[in-house]
């Protein structure tokens, strides 16, 4: 099954829509630049709406697998056992920002995973208060095989490609193909309810990213969002049963 991550909800029924709706995980935007940046208290209201108790402890250390594919496959079953025991997973969408500053506003916010979105390297995730999902630019004129080769093992849960940062872009299918043949990746960039259960069908990633492909007027919009996540896991489910 296709996870589904609504991405730069601004409002709890934003966020509560996305739920609803049967997301994985709903994220929340604290990058400088974003438009869609939410203030401490904002990001602590949308949190409180969904979990109506107070978060867990952060996932703990996921163990010692030491090639990049196993690390992933294990970050992956390690997401889907928290997935079992509570949907959405929130996340905090980060850019270029301190670490202190990141792992404060997880703090106070009571975040469940943080998104590395900015120039950070893989160092920089085991300096986070939580797990991390690791945002991955792919160049153009790079292969699968180079983007895997330059991640690194033990330091971030989960790999997200991203073409360009939020903006949208679609990524390069057959790179993104690729990395998904060799361990469960993340795909945002230009996905939509439209399009997205045919890239699943392509692609096969692990989880899709969406956030400007739900909107209307710049706006979350409840019925875009159902048919997101509606579409991703049909496609999910009929590859899975073909397969």
Request: one cysteine or more; charged letters at 25%; aromatic letters at 4%.
């Given at each position: 099954?296709?996870?589904?991550k ?10 509560l ?16 630049e ?13 949190v ?42 929130t ?7 301190t ?22 390297s ?59 043949s ?8 230009g996905?939509?309810?439209e ?19 739900v909107?209307t007027?710049?706006?979350k ?14 496609a ?6 073909s397969?």
């Amino acid at each position: 099954m296709t996870r589904v991550k609504i991405c730069g909800c601004m409002l709890v029924s934003d966020a509560l829509a996305a739920k609803d709706a049967g997301a994985d995980f709903v994220g929340l935007m604290f990058a400088p630049e974003s438009r869609r940046r939410l203030s401490v208290d904002e990001g602590r209201a949308i949190v409180a709406s969904l979990a109506g108790r107070k978060p867990e402890p952060p996932l703990v250390s996921l163990g010692g697998e030491n090639d990049v594919p196993s690390w992933f496959r294990h970050g992956a079953d390690a997401l889907d056992r928290l997935l079992a025991r509570r949907r959405p997973l929130t996340v905090g969408v980060f850019e270029n920002q301190t670490l202190d500053e990141v792992n404060a506003i997880a703090d106070a916010v009571g975040l469940d995973l943080i998104q590395l979105s900015g120039d950070e390297s893989w160092e920089d995730c085991l300096l986070a208060n939580r797990q991390v999902v690791k945002a991955v630019e792919v160049p153009a004129g790079v292969s699968g095989e180079d983007v895997v080769e330059d991640m690194e093992a033990g330091k971030a849960i989960a790999c997200l490609l991203d073409a360009s940062r939020g903006k949208g872009v679609p990524a390069d299918e057959s790179v993104a193909a690729e990395v998904a043949s060799v361990l469960p990746v993340w795909l945002a960039g230009g996905l939509t309810p439209e399009n997205v259960g045919d890239l699943v069908d392509r692609v096969r990633p692990w989880a899709v990213d969406v956030s400007s492909g739900v909107e209307t007027d710049s706006a979350k919009d409840p019925e875009k969002i159902h048919a997101f996540v509606q579409a991703a896991r049909m496609a999910g489910v009929t590859r899975e049963r073909s397969t």
